[in-house]
């Protein structure tokens, strides 16, 4: 069953044409890694979806709803949850009311939102720092707070831009563990927008490739990482 | 830090019981002046409180607050003059109006995106464009401003709020409690925790579901109407509203020493910081009396250097630092 | 309760004034309008270049202004005489503001930053309040009400030299800006601050020499404002107000809207000041601050964003 249907998504900046035509589909419970050299439109792909930015043209439809050109809080309504590249904690609230900001969008109840932070906090192994300040938290803990955060809002999908970027090898499969039992257990879909390709191969249902702002190619990561306009865009050719 | 209410320590516990005692007790056993200081002290704690839901809770920072101090004070004098309304119920309806007018500023500034120094830039020009604005309408005094009726010695009517410093301590002691209680409900609500996020980070905050437009427009709307209730009472309390009085610059920065002071953000710094600030800014005027010397300024060049001060060394105030001595939080 | 007009407008029952009254009154606004602009122009290099937002702009001018009434009490002499050392004095205390109090409140949040400069305002405002009295301060010259004819118009001397004298100042600071290497250096700060520190630029002492140069105009508008008017200590907030209105119609960053949008001012608030009454006339600038605002936060002649 088809979650997310994005058709013909277009964006330019000032002339240059950052993501072109991109249509692409993600089924329910799949796990979906966007990957692409830098300036392949990734972000940019990312950010139409979450409704950070609105496309010149095309259409993003979420659980046969169109959420195209939504703003951020419209498009979290809709049952998108997002991370930030560079990590957003709410720096003077502690791990818990951060969580709890999040759990607030699915229930008015503080209480009750405040139990399912603890809840999602405990699936994310925050709960042991959640009296702590957000601000005193290292960065993979800042990083799985942001997925924390992101998750109390019980999204049907989640957005996931580049979140194992800085972190260390034991620290990516540690996440890729997080993303994997989640996935498994609750059947939540996940998007990537990733660089780090080993945390690609270990999560990933499917791999779609950005190039100049298209889709090259797209399928199970042992073929992708074979086909040869993969190979070619990532190692060499034609100049990006 | 947990956001439930603190357990409080044995010894703070009871310390604040004997302050209660005193806040109570206070107006049988203070002389004329000092029950007069206390008055003012009260009274910018609790605008101080009003102010600090737009900036300590939303992050916005309004410079111009003093319009809502004007309007609480205009509307409900004008319905007691004119209408025979009393205070009691021309507060709400001041305090109706009030929360409007912010309502309408907050949707105008935010609307068109209008944030940081603009927003406050804003605030100036709306009240300052209202202050002579009233300087000019005859009906309502100009710029002699409107006069209540002055009471009689030992004439107590609560009912319109003639009565004697007395009656206003109480009066603004419950308003100062009452915004507490509020504050820690809100502090506590789900629109406590939007307010902060909004504040912290309003990206991040957007992501989350949250309208920032509509809980700003209400962070502004909700101190608004407090803050118009301070006016209606301090214009009853002084007999006298002018624009200048009402509405003026100085005014609003005034508004906004307590909560600086005390602690931005926090339940308890405005009122710590207004009492610090009203007690100091006293006890220099007194100093210079006794000296012979009168000098006009010298408590708000006073006020000044503390808040230089404040900013420089202690940005969050003198609550934080102060409850974690106490062991709160 | 008065059937009383609300809107307090001169009474136009009997004839309209001539035109040459409006001629006079809009090139005396004009005049003005070009000091005012000189003063706003400090304060839009500062906010622009340093984006300090300088909450005691106004105060530091009634500073100048007192220092100016001074000077021209001890010495006797024509306060235009006074405009270079006002300005250089005050670029010294511009400096030192910024790099001992302002400049480690670069990295704070922006209302720290507002509400020291608000302090540093009261404590001026206050500071002249106790040394010079509540009353207003003012200079006399001999030419103060003298005027230049042209045909049927009135210009005064004192607004002429005055405008004449921003004009100078406001075209050594464009020069400044656009010419000196240093100049060039400081508007590469404000155009790139990373890309400034990156090519190795000293921002610290950049930014410090800005703010000099803004408190400067300050200086010298300080210096040619009491030939126009009086000084008392509550004219700063007065002033600082003023100061952002125009920045803010004229566009931040923009050195020549600065001086369009204070003649533009000026011209307002002289007709209004005919047109209504003049204790009205700072609800124009005030009402024209909340349009633009509102509709055209960039300004006349800002850039967007």
């Known amino acids: 069953m088809v979650l997310l249907e994005v058709t013909g998504l277009t964006k330019s900046f000032r002339g240059l044409k950052a993501v072109a035509g991109a249509s692409f589909a993600i089924e329910t419970g799949a796990i979906v890694a966007l990957i692409g050299p830098n300036g392949a439109g990734k972000t940019t792909c990312f950010n139409l979806i979450a409704g950070a930015l609105p496309p010149d043209a095309g259409t993003v439809v979420l659980d046969g709803r169109a959420i195209t050109g939504f703003s951020a809080d419209r498009a979290c309504h809709a049952g998108i949850g997002r991370t930030f590249q560079v990590v957003k904690p709410f720096v003077q609230l502690s791990v818990l009311d951060n969580v709890t900001v999040g759990a607030l969008h699915a229930t008015r109840d503080v209480a009750a939102a405040q139990r399912e932070a603890w809840r999602v906090l405990e699936l994310l192994h925050l709960d042991h720092k959640a009296g702590q300040l957000a601000g005193t938290l290292t960065l993979p803990e800042r990083k799985r707070l942001e997925v924390a955060r992101a998750l109390a809002t019980q999204p049907k999908l989640l957005l996931l831009d580049e979140v194992m970027a800085g972190l260390r090898p034991t620290e990516i499969d540690e996440m890729v563990q997080v993303f994997r039992r989640l996935n498994r257990e609750t059947g939540l879909t996940i998007l990537l927008v990733e660089h780090v390709m080993r945390a690609v191969m270990a999560l990933a249902h499917r791999i779609i490739v950005l190039h100049q702002g298209r889709i090259i190619a797209e399928g199970a990561p042992d073929q992708v990482v074979r086909d040869p306009a993969v190979l070619e865009c990532y190692l060499g050719g034609a100049p990006a | 830090m947990s956001r439930s209410a603190p357990a409080l320590p044995g010894r703070v516990r009871v310390g604040l019981i004997l302050a209660l005692a005193l806040l109570l007790a ?6 004329p002046y000092l029950l007069s200081v206390l008055v003012l002290a009260l009274y910018y704690a609790y605008v101080g409180q009003a102010w600090n839901v737009m900036m300590g809770f939303a992050g916005q920072l309004s410079l111009g607050h003093a319009l809502y101090v004007g309007l ?74 409107l006069f209540l009726p002055v009471v009689a010695r030992g004439q107590l009517d609560i009912v319109d709020l003639r009565g004697g410093p007395r009656l206003f301590y109480y009066v603004l002691l419950a308003l100062t409690a009452a915004a507490l209680w509020l504050c820690s409900r809100l502090k506590h609500s789900r629109i406590g925790y939007y307010w902060l996020a909004i504040r912290e980070d309003p990206d991040a905050a957007r992501a989350l579901g949250i309208d920032l437009f509509r809980y700003r427009v209400l962070a502004a709307a909700i101190s608004a109407g407090m803050t118009s209730i301070g006016g209606t009472v301090i214009a009853f309390y002084y007999n006298s509203l002018t624009p200048a009085d009402s509405f003026g610059s100085a005014k609003s920065i005034e508004i ?30 007194a100093l210079l009396d006794a000296t012979g010397h009168q000098v006009p300024g010298a408590t708000q060049l006073f006020y000044g250097l503390v808040l230089l001060l404040v900013i420089k060394y202690l940005p969050n105030g003198i609550w934080p630092g102060l409850a974690r001595r106490l062991g709160l939080g | 309760m008065t059937a009383q007009r609300f809107l307090p407008l001169r009474d136009l029952d009997f004839e309209p004034m001539s035109w040459d009254v409006y001629a006079n009154v809009i090139i005396g606004g004009l005049l003005t309008g070009l000091v005012y602009g000189l003063m706003a122009l400090g304060l839009s290099v500062i906010f622009g270049v340093v984006r300090v937002v300088n909450f005691a702009h106004g105060e530091m001018m009634m500073v100048a202004m007192y220092l100016a009434v001074l000077g021209c009490g001890t010495w006797g002499v024509d306060p235009l005489w006074l405009m270079l050392p006002l300005a250089a004095l005050m670029f010294v205390l511009g400096y030192a503001l910024q790099s001992l109090l302002v400049h480690p409140f670069m990295t704070r949040p922006d209302h720290a930053q507002f509400m020291l400069l608000v302090a540093v305002g009261m404590i001026l405002t206050n500071g002249a309040l106790i040394l010079f009295g509540p009353d207003a301060r003012s200079i006399q010259v001999d030419y103060a009400l003298d ?37 060039k250096a400081i508007r590469a700060c404000a155009d790139n601050y990373r890309g400034a520190l990156v090519v190795g630029l000293d921002v610290r002492r950049l930014f410090a020499l800005t703010f000099g140069c803004g408190t400067a105009c300050v200086g010298a508008a300080g210096a040619m404002l009491v030939l126009l008017g009086d000084v008392t200590p509550s004219v700063g907030p007065a002033y600082t107000l003023l100061a952002f209105v125009i920045v803010i119609v004229g566009g931040l960053g923009s050195m ?50």
Request: glycine fraction near 18%; charged fraction near 10%; charge should be positive.
């Open chain 2, 72 to 145: 609480g004070a205009y509307v409900s004098a004008t319905l007691y003059l004119h209408a025979g309304i009393g205070p009691w119920a021309g507060a709400p309806i001041a305090a109706l109006v009030s929360a409007g007018a912010g309502a309408v500023i907050g949707f105008l500034a935010f609307r068109f995106g209008i944030g940081g120094v603009y927003f406050a830039l804003l605030t100036i020009a709306f009240a300052e464009f209202t202050r002579i604005g009233f300087e000019h309408i005859d009906w309502l005094g100009g710029a002699g401003g």
């Open chain 3, 147 to 183: 005027s230049f004819e042209l045909g049927p118009l009135l210009i005064d001397k004192v607004r002429l030299y005055a405008a004449v004298a921003a004009l100078a100042v406001a075209a050594a600071l464009f020069g400044f800006f656009r010419l000196s290497a240093t100049g």
């Open chain 3, 256 to 305: 020549a809207g600065a001086l369009v949008a204070g003649v533009l001012i000026g011209v307002s608030e002289a007709l209004a000041g005919l047109i209504l009454v003049p204790s009205m006339k700072s609800m124009v600038s005030f009402g024209l601050l909340i349009l633009v605002l509102l509709f055209r936060p960039q300004g006349l002649l800002g850039r967007s964003a």
């Open chain 2, 26 to 31: 206070a107006p049988w056993v203070a002389g």
């Open chain 2, 256 to 285: 906004i020493l307590g909560p600086l002071v005390g602690g931005l953000g926090t339940l308890a710094g405005p009122i710590l910081g207004a009492f610090v600030l009203t007690g100091l800014g006293e006890a220099l005027r």
